[in-house]
């Protein structure tokens, strides 16, 4: 086996777009700097540099390489997708009240929530300053609605999460809006900065928004069965914080009457005790809730490798179609 086929293909993609990343991170640092606030910069590099994959800038380089473009802006558009999530994270870890974000404490355990929510304004409004900057009108209207579809899809999230009629197309809602609408606007805007056909733009939207829906599922299936050391996650976080995702929406469907009440006093009252997480984790496993939610990713990385069909040969092509299988590699 060579070293290539044995590197992760977010390692590989990493390695090919090395020196635009190197280009990406400097803007980044240079942008997130505060001649006045310097508690901006601060909590912004405890997050920026602890070690995130950059998956979702690394797919706007990616689609802008692979649809031919030489200019300079796609480093600016990998930025702001960057800056995006950096300011989400910091909000959605003071929504959570989280304590841990990639192994470490998170900014507002080590700050406050108001360090997080203002540092967190301060990034999307830099998100929107850079934007402007290659001067398309189309750029603009995808990264911002992009940005208000996140905000609709966390405060969907805040009245469908403990509710039990929360259904699977809810769901769905919840994660195109939180997490793949930021996956197909990083991918979209690398195809529209490059000029590419129309059909390349619209495969590379399907692809970021089936590859981010495919992420999700994952996420939160490694919540209950996920490595604790790899994931910087406590198995049942979720379960804990009473979030009403997949495997539990599978489950509280096929409910008896009785495992309905243990779903209405632990997700919808907040009412757990000791030994719930387990007798959650028996139901879903009683009803193959788990093994079907992992079914559901596997269909939507297929999904995010079929969307990449009309795009023309291209090492990164490959390199994406691999991508969508290691993102529900991890469950394995």
């Known amino acids: 086996m060579t070293s290539d086929t044995m590197q992760k293909p977010h390692d590989r993609l990493a390695e090919a777009l090395a020196d635009d990343m190197t280009a990406v991170n400097a803007l980044i640092r240079e942008r997130m700097a505060s ?25 706007t380089l990616a ?7 030489t200019g300079p802006y796609h480093i600016h558009l990998a930025a702001t997708v960057e ?11 003071v929504v959570d009240e989280s304590e841990q974000r990639r192994g ?32 398309s009108m189309r750029v603009m209207r995808i990264l911002s609605n992009a940005a208000a579809t996140i905000a609709e899809g966390e405060v969907l999230q805040l009245t469908a999460a403990r509710n039990l009629a ?108 000791d030994g719930d997480l387990e007798q959650a984790l028996a139901l879903m496993n009683a009803h193959g809730t788990l093994a079907e939610t992992q079914r559901d990713a596997l269909d939507w990385a297929a999904k995010a490798r079929a969307a990449l069909a009309p795009l023309p040969d291209h090492p990164i092509k490959d390199m994406l179609v691999d991508l969508a299988d290691y993102v529900v590699s991890r469950i394995n």
């Open 166 to 273: 929360t259904t699977e197309g809810v769901y769905l809602q919840v994660v195109r809006g939180k997490t793949a609408a930021l996956f197909s606007a990083a991918t979209e805007v690398g195809g529209v900065i490059a000029d590419a056909p129309e059909a390349h733009i619209e495969a590379l939207f399907n692809y970021g928004d089936a590859l981010g829906i495919a992420f999700q599922i994952v996420d939160d299936l490694l919540d209950y069965q996920g490595d604790t050391g790899a994931t910087g996650k406590n198995i049942g976080d979720d379960f804990r914080e009473r979030k009403l995702t997949l495997p539990v929406i599978k489950a509280v469907a096929r409910a008896t009457d009785e495992e309905r009440a243990f779903w209405s006093r632990t997700i919808e009252r907040g009412r757990q005790q």
């Open 104 to 135: 470490r404490p998170t900014a507002n355990l080590l700050w406050d929530n108001q360090s997080s929510v203002l540092v967190g304004d301060y990034l999307f409004a830099r998100s929107f300053q850079l934007m402007t900057e290659p001067g």
């Open 83 to 93: 800056f995006i999530h950096t300011a989400t994270l910091l909000h959605d870890d």
């Open 35 to 59: 001649e006045h606030a310097p508690r901006i910069p601060e909590v912004t590099a405890h997050l920026v540099e602890a070690g995130g994959k950059r998956l979702r800038p690394m797919l």
């Open 63 to 69: 689609a802008a390489h692979m649809c031919g473009y």
